[in-house]
């Protein structure tokens, strides 16, 4: 699922992926696949995320509408 909070909150700071990426310590190509969401990042890359982002783990990562299976129930 697309990160678009993680996306429009790096947009709100003016950053670029390179940028991001420079500031957290990875490629380009990891903050573009965390956007995508075609990769799930450690919690120690999130939160370096977070950080540089202003934001809380809820604030960028936490999916809104996760249903319930009926075992959490």
Do not use: H
Request: charged share 30%; glycine share 2%; aromatic share 6%.
């Amino acid at each position: 699922m697309k990160n678009l909070k993680l996306k429009s909150a790096r947009a709100a700071k003016d950053l670029s992926q390179q940028q991001l990426a420079e500031i957290v310590g990875v490629s380009r190509q990891t903050i573009n696949a965390i956007e995508k969401g075609d990769y799930n990042p450690t919690i120690r890359l999130c939160l370096s995320i977070c950080y540089a982002l202003d934001k809380s783990l809820d604030e960028l990562f936490w999916e809104e509408n996760i249903e319930k299976s009926p075992d959490t129930m």
